[in-house]
C-alpha cells in the first residue's frame, strides 16, 4: 500500500513558475514508477509526466515538454513536478500516481494508486 499527497498547487500567472511535490508513505518507494496527471473541469484526466523507479528515465506529453520536469528523490520518498512558462490551459487538479513497475505509461487505468490532487490556476 502506498498513500501519495501532493501539495504546492496555487494562483501563478501565466509565464510563471510552480513546483509541485508529491510525498509517498511507506517503505517501498523506490519499487514504484511514479506519474503526473492532471485533469481540468469537464474534460478527462491525461498523462503529464512520468518517471522510472530509478529516476533513469523520463517521459512527458507533447504539451508540456521542455517546460515541466519531473524528479524523485527516493531517499526522501518524494517525486517533484517543475512547471516553468505556465500557460492558462494548464489550469487542472493535478494528481500524483504510482505503479508497481519499471517504468512509467501514459494512461491512467496503469497505476495502482492516487493522491488527492492539487490545484493548479493559471489565470488568462
Known amino acids: 500500500q502506498v498513500q501519495l499527497v501532493e501539495s504546492g498547487g496555487g494562483l501563478v500567472q501565466a509565464g510563471g513558475s510552480l513546483r509541485l511535490s508529491c510525498a509517498a508513505s511507506?517503505?517501498?518507494?523506490?519499487?514504484?514508477?511514479m506519474g503526473w496527471f492532471r485533469q481540468a473541469p469537464g474534460k478527462e484526466r491525461e498523462f503529464v509526466a512520468g518517471i522510472s523507479r530509478g529516476g533513469t528515465s523520463t517521459n512527458y506529453a507533447d504539451y508540456v515538454k521542455g517546460r515541466f520536469t519531473i524528479s524523485r528523490d527516493n531517499a526522501e520518498n518524494t517525486v517533484h513536478l517543475q512547471m516553468n512558462s505556465l500557460k492558462p490551459e494548464d489550469t487542472a487538479v493535478y494528481y500524483c500516481?504510482?505503479?508497481?513497475?519499471?517504468?512509467?505509461?501514459?494512461?491512467?487505468?496503469?497505476?495502482?494508486?492516487w493522491g488527492q490532487g492539487t490545484q493548479v490556476t493559471v489565470p488568462s
Open positions: 511507506g517503505r517501498t518507494f523506490s519499487s514504484y514508477a
Open positions: 500516481a504510482a505503479r508497481l513497475a519499471i517504468g512509467p505509461r501514459t494512461s491512467v487505468a496503469d497505476y495502482d494508486y
